[in-house]
């Protein structure tokens, strides 16, 4: 063996090799590209990805049609993160509800942010996901502005360690259903005195469901506070916060 030989061995030997008990990262797949004209898709979502990717243990790809969700490519994610809501038929309708449906009942997790409580408001059964959807008889939110958002359970996996903190957003008002909820936080609306759900969780058959209607604009989608919570959701849906839980 001659000397370049053995260099380049020597060196082979020490490259250090990944380790196989790592986790892969959780991959997100967040699907957009329809909301309310008053929503800047187009500029919430980067911010998003952003925010999410800040996370060495969260990986992201941005889909902007829902009519994606009829594919079977979307059994090759973790999480679902919907950031739509949708006004006009589906053309794949019967095939998109069917999709997102195993997909959470075979134990993938789905994340709802913002108006996503409204994303397939035609969908009957979309509240037995989403938990909470969009009520259109009720009053849609506070004027944007500052409030605080309050953990209202500080030993769930999600919220573990987080304090209350400031935002400047829309704060919810029109939620509708009676799906059973866990409740993670809550805000007090400045109009009407009452508390209303900032961030909850359920399980749907094997899988998991974490919801948010935080996330009006980029603003409010990067304050540390929202941040963490969308983060923390993420991996919870994804089961790698507590994954012995069931």
């Known amino acids: 063996m001659n000397a370049i030989t053995l ?22 797949l967040i ?27 969260l990986t992201v790809r941005v889909i902007e049609d829902h009519e994606f969700l009829a594919s079977d490519v979307v059994f090759d994610y973790d999480v679902i993160f ?13 095939r998109v509800y069917e999709n997102l449906t195993r ?20 969908w009957d059964e979309f509240e037995q996901l989403a938990g909470r959807i969009w009520d ?18 500080p030993d769930h996996p999600v919220t573990q360690g987080m304090s209350d903190f400031e935002t400047i957003d829309e704060l919810y008002t029109c939620f509708g259903g009676d799906t059973p909820i866990h409740l993670l936080a809550t805000a ?12 909850f969780v359920l399980h749907v058959g094997q899988g998991r469901v974490f919801h ?12 540390p506070g929202p941040a963490e919570l969308i983060r923390r959701g993420c991996l919870w849906a994804a089961g790698r916060l507590d994954p012995a839980t069931p």
């Not at 590209?33 to 996370?55: C, F, I, S």
């Not at 919907?82 to 019967?94: C, E, F, I, W």
């Not at 997909?103 to 035609?122: C, D, K, R």
Request: charged share 25%; glycine share 8%; with cysteine.
């Open 212 to 223: 948010t209607p935080l996330g009006h604009d980029v603003r409010a989608i990067t304050m």
């Open 136 to 153: 259109r008889s009720k009053r849609p939110h506070d004027p944007h502005g500052p409030f605080t958002v309050e953990i209202v359970d």
């Open 103 to 122: 997909f959470v009942h075979e134990g993938g997790g789905l994340v709802l942010y913002h108006f996503a409580l409204g994303a397939f408001e035609e």
């Open 7 to 28: 260099t380049m061995a020597t060196a082979l030997c020490m490259t250090p090799t990944a380790d196989a008990s790592a986790e892969p990262p959780v991959r997100v």
């Open 82 to 94: 919907l950031h739509m809501k949708n006004y006009d038929p589906t053309v794949r309708a019967s």
């Open 188 to 199: 007090r609306s400045k109009v009407d005195g009452e508390d209303y759900p900032m961030a």
């Open 31 to 57: 699907v957009t590209g329809v909301d309310y004209a008053g929503h800047l898709w187009k500029e919430t979502t980067p911010a998003l990805r952003g925010v999410l990717e800040q996370d060495a243990r």
